[in-house]
């Protein structure tokens, strides 16, 4: 069973849920490599910090290191195949569970919180920010 995640308007109560502007529950589970969302990563010094040491220790390189995440299926014209957060790596045996700011824009800027035939259909760009994360002895998606 995948976990659910909601809109962010929604109180969350685990430390680790998204803080999102999409609904994510309807999007199904693939793996990526960690190299694939780098930028995000890259966009916190800290977060940077850890991941690069993590790896360190574990003597992997970012294109080594397997993760999960959320994908768009088939449906999404324009977006089909792409991840988002939260993305969920055992790095060095602990867990890393990575969340941001998500957003789902259609060519004119219009945001799309659900999956809507508009959605489906003009969906054209995801946009992750402020990252947070949580380093755990247990892989975070069993705990929900």
């Given amino acids: 069973m995948r976990p ?3 809109v962010a308007v929604v109180a969350m109560t685990a430390t680790a849920a998204p803080a999102a502007a999409f609904d994510m529950s309807t999007l199904g589970y ?4 960690l190299g694939d969302f ?8 800290q977060l940077k910090k850890e991941v690069g040491d993590a790896l360190a220790v574990a003597k992997k390189k970012p294109d080594e290191q397997l993760c999960e995440s959320p994908r768009f299926p088939g449906p999404w014209q324009r977006l089909h195949g792409e991840q988002v957060v939260p993305y969920v790596c055992n790095i060095g045996g602990r ?3 990575i969340n941001a700011t998500l957003k789902v824009t259609g060519p004119k800027r219009e945001v799309y919180e659900t999956e809507t035939p508009a959605a489906l259909k003009h ?4 946009t992750q920010t402020q990252p947070s994360w949580t380093w755990t002895d247990e892989d975070p998606r069993r705990t929900k």
């Fill in 95 to 97: 867990w890393l569970q």
């Fill in 30 to 33: 693939g793996s990526l490599f």
């Fill in 123 to 126: 969906a054209s760009r995801i």
């Fill in 4 to 6: 659910r995640y909601l």
């Fill in 38 to 45: 780098m930028p995000l990563i890259n966009s916190s010094p």
